[in-house]
């Protein structure tokens, strides 16, 4: 039977002999009225009262509820039979109503707050045991991201700490180059005996012991190094694994953070392009829904290069566009199964195509004109520019119409009058003269 909705008759079933069947966490019941016609009792047992708790969250209908409805359609003699649960849809006419209370039922047939407690317990159990992968990819982005930051931390306390033995070599060389030559070899003369080049330098001397520091420090680096890509190639075959359209269309690792800033892959896959597109910049959106500017245009999709190498004036439309095939991508990952990766590849190729031909060139800068007070022009001739309070430029010689300046007396906030000379000479503008609560030409 289709689910029909019944708007503003939550008691139908109280007044025209509709049944109605409810389910409670103790048991289901099919009332006439407000008697119970019939019902099933769930077991008192925690294990088993869990089992149905938890269909009923993922929107399964129940073996006992499907018995009452059957048995109802085979004896209720044409009567009609409605539910109050969208799961149960399938059963009966959905009724928005309100569900009557009938707790007190349970209690009078044994089932305790305590059961209700042992069997949520029982619950929390299993839903730990049916955590996905993805919850081990948010875990391992997280630490990845940890990583990097404790390399760059010590990798910077290198580069000082050698510094003052070999500064040439901290200029000259890259991190992982510095990193390996100070863990494997320490001083500037083993370095210099190792790579062949000899340069004179103004560093100062090691000795036995602050040799023996810095060699430690830098094979700690090492390892820390080591680890992040011990991690960063785990992300990306879990993520290969997990997610591979999306990892495809914008990388392994960027699929890895919004599949940790959402929770999941499946939440993911029900977000929006546009809520995607802002991932990671909540307090920028906080900000700006409270303080009002210009509100931000991307989040951590920043990250990928379609992104951070174009140009400002660009940015905002490649985020855009990006976010759109990333939430197909995720959809398909979520919910499909199927490989669209090289599809939406070739439509964001021609979305990024597009927007770089059409706007190649940096938009106009358009003159701001709300916020300041007017100010006119002292000088001879038509009068410079007057910027309104509202409303843009006014030149001398206009009326701006909405500035926003106070009338005299009382101070109510007016159409405020800015006035050019007619006559060719200075401008001029009349304020309120705060000292006598007067309006003055100046």
């Given at each position: 039977?289709?689910?029909?909705?019944?708007?503003?008759?939550?008691?139908?079933?109280?007044?025209?002999?509709?049944?109605?069947?409810?389910?409670?966490?103790?048991?289901?019941?099919?009332?006439?009225?407000?008697?119970?016609?019939?019902?099933?009792?769930?077991?008192?047992?925690?294990?088993?009262?869990?089992?149905?708790?938890?269909?009923?969250?993922?929107?399964?209908?129940?073996?006992?509820?499907?018995?009452?409805?059957?048995?109802?359609?085979?004896?209720?003699?044409?009567?009609?039979?409605?539910?109050?649960?969208?799961?149960?849809?399938?059963?009966?006419?959905?009724n928005e109503g309100r569900a009557p209370d009938i707790s007190h039922i349970g209690d009078k047939m044994g089932f305790k707050q305590e059961l209700l407690h042992e069997a949520t317990m029982f619950m929390g159990r299993e839903k730990l045991g049916e955590l996905g992968p993805d919850k081990f990819i948010a875990q391992a982005i997280d630490g990845l991201e940890e990583l990097t930051k404790t390399a760059n931390l010590l990798t910077e306390r290198l580069t000082e700490w050698y510094g003052l033995h070999y500064p040439e070599l901290t200029e000259s060389a890259t991190q992982k180059e510095l990193v390996e030559l100070v863990a494997a070899h320490g001083s500037r003369a083993k370095i210099e005996e190792a790579t062949g080049k000899k340069v004179e330098s103004f560093g100062t001397p090691l000795s036995e012991s602050d040799e023996w520091a810095v060699k430690r420090w830098a094979s700690m680096v090492k390892d820390v190094l080591e680890a992040r890509q011990e991690m960063e190639g785990y992300i990306t075959r879990r993520m290969d694994e997990l997610a591979p359209n999306l990892s495809a269309v914008i990388g392994p690792l960027l699929a890895a953070r919004l599949v940790a800033l959402t929770g999941g892959l499946q939440r993911l896959g029900k977000l929006p392009s546009s809520t995607i597109q802002l991932l990671g910049a909540e307090k920028a959106l906080f900000q700006y829904m409270m303080e009002g500017g210009r509100p931000p245009k991307h989040g951590v999709l920043f990250q990928h290069p379609l992104i951070h190498r174009s140009p400002m004036w660009q940015r905002g439309k490649m985020a855009r566009a990006l976010a759109a095939s990333a939430s197909m991508a995720a959809r398909a990952d979520a919910f499909g199964g199927k490989d669209i990766s090289e599809t939406v590849k070739a439509h964001l190729q021609k979305k990024v195509e597009r927007i770089q031909k059409d706007f190649a060139s940096p938009p106009a800068r358009r003159d701001r004109g709300g916020g300041g007070r007017a100010q006119g022009g002292m000088g001879p001739g038509a009068g410079p520019d007057v910027r309104a309070g509202e409303g843009g430029i006014v030149k001398g010689g206009e009326r701006a119409q909405g500035a926003g300046f106070k009338g005299s007396g009382g101070g109510d906030r007016g159409h405020g009058d800015v006035r050019g000379n007619q006559g060719g000479g200075g401008g001029q503008r009349r304020r309120h003269d705060k000292r006598h609560g007067k309006r003055g030409d100046r």
């Open positions: 039977m289709p689910a029909k909705v019944i708007m503003g008759q939550a008691a139908s079933w109280e007044r025209d002999g509709t049944m109605l069947l409810v389910t409670t966490w103790f048991g289901t019941f099919l009332l006439d009225g407000k008697q119970v016609a019939d019902s099933v009792l769930f077991p008192k047992e925690a294990k088993e009262l869990a089992a149905r708790l938890r269909k009923m969250e993922k929107g399964e209908v129940l073996d006992e509820e499907r018995g009452l409805a059957q048995k109802f359609e085979s004896e209720g003699k044409g009567r009609k039979l409605e539910v109050l649960d969208r799961r149960l849809s399938s059963l009966g006419e959905l």
